[in-house]
């Protein structure tokens, strides 16, 4: 499995971007971003500022889904499928 490719992770949505404070105090950063996997990625930011730029909050989302998050690829069953050879069928002696 491999991280998110930069187009990957362009192709995913933020969906939330929350300030959280601590006390009163503005302390770090959560995100929730659905994956163009198909999956829902959640995480916290630490680095940063509380007054952070819309460039500076997209720019850390795609630089932690091409660093940090792994694109599941979903597994599709192969399609089996048979014909009977009924000119073999009968006695083995």
Known sequence: MANFTLGEAQASRLE???KNYVDGSFGYWTFRV???DGETKFWVD??????ASTGSIKAAV?????SSE???VEV?????TDTANTEVL???G
């Open 16 to 18: 939330e971007a929350k």
């Open 34 to 36: 659905s994956g163009s």
């Open 46 to 51: 630490h680095d940063l500022v509380e007054n």
């Open 62 to 66: 795609l630089c932690h889904m091409t």
């Open 70 to 72: 792994i694109f599941h």
């Open 76 to 80: 599709v069953p192969p399609t089996v």
């Open 90 to 92: 009968g006695s083995l």
